[in-house]
């Protein structure tokens, strides 16, 4: 299977805990993102990464939250501390920006998510 | 006002109907995604355009750059069309996806 992968599929924490999810690209990808997605809304964006750095990250993303992606490939996404508030699916997305890079749309390709719920 | 909107939020068919769903978006774009989102969550791409229509199947896609509205069709419906709907707008260099808060769309017998 060559899409985007996410681990694990559901993650059920008590609040306090902290949780560490993984995403793996399409390899070729050097752009992968985060989103959230509560309830009935639709996907809000956390943090990208062009390859290893971390290019921007949404106000959504807390102190608590940390993101990274060592070595450009896969990327994990930590919540220290998870609140009640935090419960949410969290996708990855990938994509591969050309030479071009700054400007051009390319197509984003999402994992199946990550469902987290905060006890 | 969110910079993505979609209508309707919720529409009910019945087998076979022609569906439109609408997306308006009033930021600049360089592209807009029409996603499928079935329960469970998994994210399905349906159609990026920046222009134009396009056709896939039983699916058509429009946008108007001028107008800043685009429209997701679908032809024939089937039950197992029912998911969520998502249209989303590329903005900004790093081309992140802005978020319409989804169609839900249930297509009965």
């Known amino acids: 299977d060559t899409g985007v992968s996410q681990n694990p599929r559901h993650k059920i924490t008590k609040r306090g805990q902290n949780v560490t999810f993984r995403c793996d690209p399409i390899?070729?990808?050097?752009?992968l993102y985060w989103y959230r997605q509560t309830l009935g809304q639709g996907p809000e964006f956390l943090t990208y990464?062009?390859?290893?750095?971390?290019?921007?990250k949404s106000r959504l993303l807390s102190d608590r939250f940390s993101a990274e992606r060592p070595k450009g490939s896969f990327s994990t996404l930590e919540i220290q501390r998870t609140e009640q508030g935090d419960s949410a699916m969290y996708l990855c997305?990938?994509?591969?920006?050309?030479?071009?890079?700054?400007?051009?749309?390319?197509?984003?390709?999402f994992g199946p998510g990550t469902r987290l719920t905060v006890l | 006002k969110n910079e993505v909107e979609q209508s309707p939020q919720n529409l009910t068919a019945q087998e076979g109907e022609f569906i439109t769903i609408n997306c308006s978006y009033s930021?600049?774009?360089?592209?807009l995604h029409w996603l499928q989102q079935h329960p469970g969550g998994g994210i399905v791409s349906l159609f990026m355009?920046?222009?134009g229509k396009k056709k896939h199947g039983r699916l058509i896609a429009t946008i108007n750059i001028q107008e800043k509205h685009s429209s997701l069709h679908i032809t024939a419906s089937h039950p197992r069309d029912s998911a969520v709907y998502i249209c989303?707008?590329?903005?900004?260099?790093?081309?992140?996806?802005?978020f319409g808060t989804g169609t839900r769309l249930q297509v009965t017998l």
């Open positions: 997305a990938s994509s591969l920006v050309g030479l071009a890079g700054a400007g051009s749309y390319n197509e984003q390709f």
């Open positions: 390899s070729e990808h050097n752009r």
């Open positions: 990464f062009q390859n290893e750095a971390q290019l921007e």
């Open positions: 930021v600049g774009i360089s592209a």
């Open positions: 355009l920046s222009s």
């Open positions: 989303a707008a590329y903005t900004g260099t790093a081309s992140k996806l802005t």
